[in-house]
């Protein structure tokens, strides 16, 4: 089972970056996948998921209009698009799985992959 996470980087404040999750060992299609990050000093908190079922999106309220989760089942990957990045977007962007239809929290994911580095600078 292998979650990785790749597309992080150095952008400017205001720029895009898209963060993928390939995904392999396991039936990609029946997870929920989300995006976790983690910055400096601080908890790591969800970001985003979209359901396996019905592709249900769920953002939180600091990236909504701002980023977009999506999914391909075919190519068992999930991407982030991540527009008008803002510093406070800086973290270790973690992605995991689920087969929880609604994960409440971090502890109903049963898969994670290993981080990839946003850096936003200002």
């Known amino acids: 089972v292998q979650l990785q996470a790749s597309g992080g980087g150095l952008v400017q404040a205001g720029g895009s970056l898209r963060l993928s999750c390939a995904a392999s060992?396991?039936?990609?299609?029946?997870?929920?996948i989300g995006w976790y990050r983690q910055a400096p000093g601080k908890e790591r908190e969800r970001v985003s998921y979209?359901?396996?079922?019905?592709?249900?999106?769920v953002y939180q309220d600091s990236v909504k209009g701002r980023f977009t989760i999506s999914r391909d089942n075919a190519k068992s990957t999930a991407y982030l698009q991540m527009n008008r990045l803002k510093p406070e977007d800086t973290a270790v962007y973690y992605c995991?799985?689920?087969?929880?239809?609604?994960?409440?929290?971090?502890?109903?994911?049963?898969?994670w992959g290993q981080g990839t580095q946003v850096t936003v600078s200002s």
């Open positions: 979209i359901s396996s079922k019905d592709g249900t999106t």
């Open positions: 995991a799985a689920s087969l929880w239809e609604r994960p409440i929290n971090e502890h109903k994911y049963d898969y």
């Open positions: 060992g396991f039936s990609f299609d029946i997870y929920t």
